[in-house]
């Protein structure tokens, strides 16, 4: 946002994307606070039908940076204010005033919506072309353990990562604390309720609330309900270790059936991160990758594992504590599956997978993630425990051995090396 404000220096507007109740508008008016003389921020949820009108006609810019100075009782200074258009979805008048806005040079502007509402609402208006998009996503891990006031672990885990040498006696206490993580999440107002409660019940109550928003959401995008369906089900379809998910067994005939438009809208929703098969795993994955083969993972984690546990009516505290001390008896690999997801798309990753047929056996060999670095490519592969064998990593760098640069398996244990893999500790993921 700094390097926006620098750069751009009033160009374009800076449009905040993210999921519902990821902290679009607290970021929003946090920067303005501390990076402006002075603001006005717009909530167009509750804006008056006055301030909205004053959109609808951009001949007299003047008057109407003279009215919002009057309804908000805000001093705006040219070149040293900002205006900021919350939950832009609901005023369409006011995102198409963008172009105008910025050609007219006087003040920053900034955006927040989701883009999913914000397509539903800009069907008849003209696009502005004038912005500049920034995604945000839950809290990832090394924001979340400022939250609990530890600002030394993620230098230290980096220091240890550069060196490749393990932790030692550390190590037990940073996958607990990485667990923690993974049961309360990056969703502020869950954090800010087990900051407030230290419980993890009401957590979960919380987080409940935010997944129940999501769900009502998916439906009004979709209302023969597939998108709520296909949402609730990822905890299941990860937990069948299968190559892909498996819409059949979510959904009938019918309702596989044109779905590449609700799968797109989940996407653009941000709650969901999509992972999708590389066909030729080589740099440019995108170029070669297979939209009709993918995996979906729940943006954060913490939420995850709330709807994994949503057949009971709240997550009980045993259910937490167990987890927390990694003594539930279910294999909880999904879960951490589902982590390694969120942490590499929060360190601007896009996510790609990679399967391929076992030499002697119907089963298949696969990837669970691959990073393109340079001209090299790095294959992941994500244990929830040990790791007596890596045999899909193994076959996987035999085949392709003149495109891979570092080989990592991500797991529960401390870092060490076995030949020319890496095996790194899963709180180490954002380090790849």
């Known amino acids: 946002m700094l390097e926006w404000k620098r750069e751009r220096n009033g160009s374009t507007a800076l449009l905040l994307k993210g999921a519902r109740r990821v902290g679009k508008s607290t970021v929003a008016k946090a920067f303005a606070e501390n990076e402006y003389k002075s603001y006005i921020l717009i909530d167009f949820v509750q804006a008056s039908k006055e301030v909205k009108q ?114 030692g006696a550390a190590h037990r206490e940073a996958m607990r604390n990485l667990r923690l993580y993974m049961l309360v999440g990056g969703m502020p107002q869950a954090v800010n309720e087990y900051l407030d409660t230290n419980n993890l019940s009401k957590t979960d109550a919380v987080k409940r609330e935010i997944i129940e928003l999501y769900l009502d959401d998916f439906r009004k995008i979709d209302k023969t309900g597939r998108a709520a369906k296909l949402f609730e089900n990822i905890p299941s379809e990860l937990n069948k270790n299968s190559a892909r998910y498996q819409v059949a067994s979510v959904l009938d005939d019918a309702g596989r059936k044109n779905l590449m438009g609700v799968l797109a809208d989940m996407k653009d929703s941000m709650v969901v991160n999509f992972a999708y098969h590389a066909n030729d795993p080589n ?39 167990k ?91 401390d870092f060490k090396k076995d030949g020319q893999t890496l095996l790194v500790p899963i709180y180490m993921t954002p380090l790849l």
């Open 54 to 167: 004053l959109f609808d006609n951009l001949m007299d810019l003047n008057y109407i940076f003279l009215r919002l100075q009057s309804i908000y009782q805000v001093i705006l200074e040219p070149r040293k204010s900002a205006i900021i258009f919350d939950e832009v979805q609901m005023c369409p008048q006011a995102r198409q005033a963008i172009k105008y806005l910025v050609a007219d040079g006087r003040y920053d502007y900034i955006e927040t919506g989701s883009l999913i509402s914000i397509k539903k609402n800009v069907e008849n208006i003209l696009i502005p072309s004038e912005e500049t998009r920034l995604d945000l996503y839950p809290m990832d891990y090394e924001e979340f353990r400022w939250a609990m006031g530890d600002t030394a672990t993620f230098p230290l885990l980096k220091q240890f990562f550069d060196a490749k040498v393990p932790l």
């Open 283 to 321: 740099v440019g994955f995108s170029l070669h990758s297979d939209e009709d083969y993918y995996k979906m993972f729940v943006g954060d984690t913490g939420l995850f594992v709330t709807l994994a546990f949503w057949d009971k009516d709240y997550t009980e505290n045993t259910i937490y504590e």
């Open 323 to 413: 987890l927390l001390s990694d003594k539930l008896s279910s294999d909880m690999g999904y879960a951490y599956e589902n982590l390694v997801a969120q942490m590499l798309t929060a360190s601007g990753n896009k996510l790609f997978y990679y399967t391929f047929p076992h030499a002697t056996s119907h089963k298949n060999y696969e990837i669970d993630f691959l990073l393109s670095r340079g001209k090299k490519i790095y294959p992941i592969e994500v244990k929830s425990s040990g790791y007596n064998s890596h045999k899909s990593l193994d076959e996987f760098c035999l085949k392709f051995s003149d495109r891979i640069d570092k080989r990592y398996l991500l797991y529960t244990k």
